[in-house]
Structures are given as C-alpha cells and as structure tokens.
C-alpha cells in the first residue's frame, strides 16, 4: 500500500467513524441494522489496513482491543463521549455479517 492509499484509506475511516458518532448523538441503537452498512464499511477497510481478510473473531478482538487500550479509548471518545463503548457494541453485534 502506498503512502497516499494509506492516508486516503485513513481519511474514510474517519469520515466513517463521524458517521457511526453521529448514529450515538441520534440515540441510535448499536445493534440497529441502519449501523450494519457502516459497521461493515469500517471492517472492509480495517481489512485493507491489515492487507488480509478480517474474520469476525479478529473485528471482535480489534472490538475489544479498542475497550482495552487507552490510547483508542481517548481517540474514540474525543470524538464523542460514550463512542467507546457504543462503537465495540456496534461492532460485536455486526461482526457476524
């Protein structure tokens, strides 16, 4: 992957991950099924970023790593308070499509 891909590829993670946010301010469900098509937007390209397919087991424990790591937590609620634990929610209930 080259550099530009790369940053291209990060520009629409965090194109996407405003659009999951916006789903947490609106009070949307994590599990509704209007947050499956970004949920599963977000997986293909964390694929693409490992350069391999991205099993359910793999999106889930990325899932957890995101709860886990402090680093990702203060990235995620930055963007919204609460985004943490909303977004590995969403995560873990669309990571079997």
Request: hydrophobic share 45%.
């Amino acid at each position: 992957m080259t550099d530009a891909n790369r940053a291209q590829l990060k520009e629409e993670l965090k194109s996407l991950e405003q659009a999951l946010a916006e789903g947490l301010r609106r009070g949307v469900p994590p599990d509704a099924e209007a947050v499956g098509g970004l949920i599963g937007s977000h997986r293909a390209r964390v694929a693409t970023m490992w350069g391999k397919d991205c099993p359910p087991a793999a999106y889930q424990g990325l899932a957890d790593l995101y709860l886990a790591h402090r680093d990702f937590r203060a990235r995620y609620e930055a963007i919204a308070p609460g985004f943490t634990d909303w977004l590995v929610a969403a995560m873990k209930a669309h990571s079997q499509a």
